[in-house]
């Protein structure tokens, strides 16, 4: 087997043979090691010198003020700088003078820290170069709370404090939030053990230990069953696998008479001194929640339009249709609340606290011999009334903020008067409520109209 040969190669050996010679082999031709090495040496030896020259070259530039050109060099790197552009691009504060509302210029006050982001409207321009610190103080506490949360083992403790902050900047209603600490404290009451219990070591029976524990502290099924959803909703963020025994919820008392009569209606709610009476009115009338009532402010009422805006509802933000009875009533609140943010400010200029608002209507209710009715049955007095008097349950879920129609008959009941009246349109007779017989005579352009049995 033959080797094959480059013609460059047969080219050398034909003139080496011409001259007599014999070819020289390739080994022979290359440079002997010892001279690669020095040649080596010389290239790495001129390359120091280069270095060398640079860095004269750039401090002779240094010390006259110039920079050098083309001379690669790293400048020795300072700590407090670096750790400064950390710092700095952890927080940003900014102060804007923009528009909101299409039309009012204020100033606002911006303030991002480790990716937490906060904003507050302000009139002047110092007033926001305030609130830039406050701002930047709060994101800095709110960030050191979940740093240590995240970094020790997460307790239920933790859950209840981080479901509250949850609430809080999903914007969820007073009531939702109150509900989330009241939940705590009831934790922390009759089964401390568990506050400190670590979420993934939660089971089946440490709900029913602290359902036992509200029981025996002589708590009702109704509100057993509060605290139940909220720890359900709790561990439902944070144990997504964890299956909440459903069997843990007490049956409750649903015969429970929780709407008023009229003349009950008048013996509770006109005793009541003001504002309660009025706050206990509106809550009839509208069907709004306690929370949402304490914490109305005068820019969410717009008696022009008849209808107040509810940015922070427990279903998300809604509007609240106002009867002409609901539009004086608010109307009379603002005009004696002059100059003050709140339609029903406390002495001290602040909401009132939902416990004191419960006393006083309990106390009230128990005057006229009710000895079980709370300010909250006041939603299903105000939702059994509208559905008795023929109004569909889509219109009733509407008005209440309901998001389902299970929900709204959890609330809305039917009457006695209702049912003898279907009764007797069963029987035969010529029965007719008087709201049905209104818009059936609107319907036919008669005064009155009469039901014909079929």
């Known amino acids: 087997m033959g080797y094959k040969v480059s013609r460059r190669g047969e080219r050398e050996s034909r003139v080496v043979h011409q001259l007599g010679g014999a070819p020289a082999s390739h080994d022979e031709r290359r440079p002997p090691v010892s001279q690669r090495l020095d040649h080596v040496e010389r290239l790495a030896e001129r390359a120091r010198e280069l270095r060398g020259g640079a860095r004269k070259q750039s401090g002779d530039r240094q ?117 989330a600490v009241t939940t705590a404290k009831a934790i922390e009451a009759v089964s401390p053990a568990l506050l400190a219990l670590p979420i993934s070591r939660v089971t089946a029976r440490d709900v029913y230990d602290f359902r036992q524990g509200r029981l025996r502290a002589g708590s009702k099924p109704s509100t057993v069953n509060r605290d139940l959803r909220t720890i359900r909703a709790m561990l439902k963020q944070a144990r997504p696998d964890f299956k909440f025994p ?49 914490t109305l402010r005068r820019e969410h009422v717009h008696l022009d339009q008849g209808v107040v805006m509810l940015p922070r509802a427990k279903a998300g933000a809604r509007p609240v249709i106002l009867s002409a009875e609901a539009q004086k009533l608010l109307r009379d609140r603002l005009e004696a609340t002059t100059g003050c943010e709140w339609v029903f400010p406390s002495p001290q200029g602040r909401p009132y606290d939902r416990s004191y608002i419960g006393r006083v209507f309990r106390k009230a209710a128990r005057a006229a011999g009710l000895k079980d009715f709370r300010f909250h049955d006041l939603r299903h007095h105000g939702a059994t009334m509208a559905l008795n008097r023929g109004f569909t349950a889509p219109i009733v879920m509407a008005l209440g903020g309901w998001k389902t129609e299970r929900m709204m008959r959890r609330y809305a009941a039917v009457t006695d008067q209702t049912l003898r009246a279907a009764a007797e349109a069963v029987s035969g007779a010529e029965v007719l409520g008087p709201r049905l017989a209104t818009d059936r005579a609107s319907a036919l352009g008669h005064e009155s109209a009469t039901m014909t049995p079929r």
């Open 63 to 179: 010390g006259l003020g110039g920079a050098p050109d083309n001379i690669p060099h790293r400048q020795p790197r300072d700590p407090a700088g670096m750790a400064a552009i950390r710092r700095s691009r952890e927080e940003l504060m900014a102060v804007k003078f923009t528009t909101i509302n299409s039309s009012q210029k204020v100033w606002m006050a911006r303030v991002a820290y480790k990716g937490l982001r906060r904003a507050k409207v302000c009139k002047t321009k110092q007033e926001a170069r305030d609130v830039e610190a406050e701002l930047l103080r709060a994101l800095k506490a709110e960030a050191l709370q979940t740093q240590q949360a995240t970094a020790a083992p997460a307790t239920i403790k933790h859950l209840c404090e981080l479901y509250v902050l949850d609430l809080e900047a999903r914007g969820r209603a007073a009531d939702s939030i109150g509900r």
């Open 246 to 294: 459903g069997a843990a919820f007490l049956p409750e008392d649903e015969t429970r008479v929780r709407w008023l009569r009229p003349e009950e209606e008048i013996l509770v709610l006109e005793p009541m001194p003001s504002p309660f009476r009025e706050i206990a009115k509106l809550a009839a009338l509208t069907l709004m929640r306690q929370g949402e009532i304490l």
